[in-house]
């Protein structure tokens, strides 16, 4: 059990590592063809600093940009500091560390079917970035379907999601993820999901309830057509859902 921060530093990972390597690589391919080619240099040559840029968006943002949105996000949301807590998708735990240092009183569970989407992403790294953080008492991680979680109604005060319940690739699927996170979050507990924003949008759309807010250019995706959304909704137990829907903040 480990009561505080150690000598290390918990490493997150590279969200879908794929994606900037295709980006890194095609810059310097439109780099060395507008060397090469004696037409159309000028179009390569910006073609290849739009890649390259974007590459170097992406690893900010998923190296730093996601994490101190989130610290902003979980500064928003209050925390008394003895809530039970889950994080849907919880990968190698970025957010799901971050709220386990809000909650000395609390706990953090985390699920997880443990996809590659993630770079070295598996339960023993989440644990051991948790350790690193001076959490590992207040963590707990499962290997579970967020479209069928293994938990009683009414179980956490907070739910979480980080770009987890968009790679569910049918649209029911991710209704049954958005319904399974309601009904396991207590009336007045807060849901929080960050997207890219027309998931998000269509979230809010279909539980006809929450707010949305733009992370801005910190929590962008390689650019701004890869841009991340918050839906933060507060869980009413009387809502109707044949009642018109609250606002949507923009």
Known sequence: ?????????????IDAPPIPALLGAAAVASAVAATSWHTGR?????????????????????????????????DRAALRG???????????????VAAARRLPQGRAV???????????????????NAAAAGVANRVDVRSAD????????????IVTSAMAIHNISSAEGRHRALAEAIRVLRPGGQLLIADPAPFVRKYAAHLRQGTLRALGPGYWYSGPWLAVSLLHIINQDTLEHDQPAPPIDA
């Open 110 to 128: 985390g699920v997880d079917l443990w996809s590659a989407d993630q770079s070295g992403n598996r339960p023993e790294a989440t644990l051991a």
């Open 1 to 13: 059990m480990i009561a505080g921060p150690t000598r290390n530093r918990p490493h997150y990972g």
């Open 146 to 157: 967020m479209t069928a979680l293994p938990f009683p109604d009414n179980s956490f005060d």
């Open 42 to 74: 000028t179009p390569l040559a910006i073609t290849s600093a739009v890649l390259l840029a974007g590459t170097g968006i992406y690893l900010h943002t998923t190296l730093r940009g996601k994490l101190r949105a989130w610290e902003e996000i979980l």
């Open 82 to 96: 003895d809530e039970h807590l889950l994080d849907l998708g919880c990968g190698r735990g970025a957010v799901l």
